[in-house]
């Protein structure tokens, strides 16, 4: 089976870092997505981690620890624009991705 | 130039009637999926499809009924709307290269209500 837990919410203000803690149970583990969405908005792809470390691209990072069943995601210069909701989605063996019930990240000035 | 796409975006429709939600992806992707977001924002995927071929069919009524008439396409269709099937629906595409999922492409979702 499979179960992924992340914080429901979150809030932060402009220019800050946040973390984003996503932890994770699978019986086939094949990567790990973050994805963002905003409201009323498709999921969009943020970054996938498959092997252990950190993945950065610009202001965001992901970092993956398998054995920890555990990731992140790290904002840093938060933006208004930032506001969102983040879903850490697992990428199980075969086609499936299931998808954690997201973080909604509030940032304010 | 849409990546992927669904018609309509929004759908507003009486209990009981039998509607159909369309998705077309121009990515060349062999894979496409329907998921359904509920109103607590929890994505779940329903169906997946690969080169055509149903891969994926989660514990879905058989009131819902994919059909992908090529691999650029993937349509839902819905009989006998009920109440709790309104939701947010969202169509994705990836390429799938061996047993490894690549990155999803969502379309932009459709809305829909049952009255």
């Known amino acids: 089976g499979q179960n992924i837990d992340q914080p429901t919410e979150m809030t932060a203000t402009e220019g800050a870092i946040v973390q984003i803690n996503c932890t994770y149970q699978?019986?086939?583990?094949?990567?790990l997505f973050w994805y963002q969405q905003h409201a009323g908005e498709a999921p969009t792809f943020l970054s996938y981690?498959?092997?252990?470390g950190l993945e950065e691209k610009g202001r965001f990072s992901s970092f993956l620890s398998r054995s920890k069943g555990y990731s992140y995601l790290l904002l840093k210069e938060l933006q208004m624009k930032d506001s969102a909701s983040y879903l850490c989605?697992?990428?199980?063996?075969?086609?499936?991705?299931?998808f954690g019930k997201g973080t909604t990240l509030s940032v304010s000035s | 130039d849409t990546a992927v796409s669904q018609t309509p975006k929004y759908l507003v429709t009486q209990m009981g009637n039998d509607k159909s939600i369309k998705c077309e992806q121009n990515?060349?992707?062999?894979?496409m999926y329907w998921y359904k977001q509920d109103s607590k924002k929890f994505l779940k995927i329903m169906f997946s499809?690969?080169?055509?071929?149903?891969?994926i069919n989660e514990t879905v009524p058989n009131r819902f009924s994919p059909k992908s008439p090529d691999k650029a396409h993937l349509n839902l269709h819905i009989n006998s709307l009920e109440l709790g099937d309104s939701a947010v629906y969202f169509c994705?595409?990836?390429?799938?290269?061996?047993?490894?999922?690549?990155?999803?492409?969502f379309g932009p979702g459709t809305r829909l209500t049952v009255l």
């Open positions: 994705a595409s990836s390429y799938t290269s061996g047993r490894a999922v690549n990155e999803q492409f």
């Open positions: 699978t019986s086939g583990f094949n990567g």
């Open positions: 981690n498959v092997l252990d």
């Open positions: 989605v697992l990428n199980q063996a075969g086609t499936a991705l299931i």
């Open positions: 990515l060349g992707h062999d894979t």
């Open positions: 499809y690969n080169n055509k071929e149903l891969i």
